[in-house]
């Protein structure tokens, strides 16, 4: 079982930057393939950004270029560095783990954390 605890979440007015960061348990943190994904009010939750084994990054196309996910394996922490925020990035943001044991994946949420943009 993975748990995953998000921090760093809050108010900023447009054009700000807010740091978000995971922590997470396990043994085996290295091999988990990480994610950032948010859900606005009335709207389908969506994948933000991610970061594999071998640290490369993927990114949403409305985040990429504002936005940096990053991870420390020796901490078991990512985090999202998150610039130039807009309205648009009001959501409540959650940390995804996906581990792959014996040919199936497993998925693992956090509990979210409130980011609000103000215009």
């Known amino acids: 079982q993975v748990q995953l605890v998000e921090s760093g979440g809050g108010l900023v007015q447009a054009g700000g930057s807010l740091r978000l960061s995971c922590a997470a348990s396990?043994?085996?943190?290295?091999?988990?393939?990480m994610g950032w994904f948010r859900q606005a009010p009335g709207k389908e939750r969506e994948f933000v950004a991610g970061?594999?084994?071998?640290?490369?990054?993927r990114y949403a196309d409305s985040v990429k270029g504002r936005f940096t996910m990053s991870r420390d394996n020796a901490k078991n922490t990512v985090s999202l560095e998150m610039n130039s925020l807009t309205p648009e990035d009001t959501a409540v943001y959650y940390c995804?783990?996906?581990?792959?044991?014996?040919?199936?994946?497993?998925?693992?949420w956090g509990q979210g954390t409130q980011v609000t943009v103000a215009s």
């Open positions: 995804n783990a996906a581990d792959l044991v014996g040919g199936s994946w497993y998925e693992y």
């Open positions: 396990g043994r085996t943190f290295s091999s988990y393939v």
């Open positions: 970061i594999g084994w071998s640290v490369q990054t």
